[in-house]
T-cell receptor, first 114, second 114 residues
């Protein structure tokens, strides 16, 4: 079974703090993704990566950056956290094209910025 | 821009009632289609997927979905729901022209009353 793990389930940070969210997958997937999930808005793509050290902006990259130094690990960084970044953050990895890029999700990190 | 629409944000129904959740997408090219479910407190998991072939696909837990290409739709159905189907349901589309990303709908919260 594919397993995607995220470093924290719940996180509380103060405005202006630098925040690191970590994600690890164990299935040797090429592609990894970071989303935020907000009520009524579904999942919105922040950044994704299709290879080590490669990254692409998603739909809402402002205020975020990412790092992928190893294939299994994809980090989301909030350089200076703001209250409007309070959200649920989901990491996913995806399988090969033969499976239509089906994505596997981690349990999520609920981030509160005060 | 490619988009995915889910018609209902909230659905409330009683056990044994039939469920149909609508999903439409904006793009006329080749697509892969998914329905994901998020049970309370759990991570997103795949219900079913369509890549090609029979447009009526069956998934886990008695769910099925029908791809109607002419209507750009991929509606999810279950003939008789149970209390345990209370969850949030997300339609997702891989627009092949956009590469390996998924675009998600806004989600539908389903509450099944016992």
């Amino acid at each position: 079974d594919v397993k995607v793990t995220q470093s924290s389930r719940y996180l509380v940070k103060r405005t202006g703090e630098k925040v690191f969210l970590e994600c690890v997958q164990d299935m040797d997937h090429e592609n990894m993704f970071w989303y935020r999930q907000d009520p009524g808005l579904g999942l919105r793509l922040i950044y994704f990566s299709y290879d080590v050290k490669m990254k692409e902006k998603g739909d809402i990259p402002e205020g975020y950056s990412v790092s992928r130094e190893k294939k299994e690990r994809f980090s989301l960084i909030l350089e200076s956290a703001s209250t409007n970044q309070t959200s649920m953050y989901l990491c996913a990895s995806s399988s090969d094209p033969a499976k239509g890029y089906e994505q596997y999700f981690g349990p999520g990190t609920r981030l509160t910025v005060t | 821009a490619q988009s995915v629409s889910q018609h209902n944000h909230h659905v409330i129904l009683s056990e044994a009632a039939s469920l149909e959740l609508g999903c439409n997408y904006s793009y006329g090219g080749t697509v892969n289609l998914f329905w994901y479910v998020q049970y309370p407190g759990q991570h997103l998991q795949l219900l079913l997927k369509y890549f090609s072939g029979d447009p009526l696909v069956k998934g886990i837990k008695g769910f099925e979905a029908e791809f109607i290409k002419s209507k750009f739709s991929f509606n999810l159905r279950k003939p008789s729901v149970q209390w345990s189907d209370t969850a949030e349901y997300f339609c997702a589309v891989n627009f092949k022209a956009a590469g390996n990303k998924l675009t998600f709908g806004g989600g539908t919260r389903v509450l099944v009353k016992p």
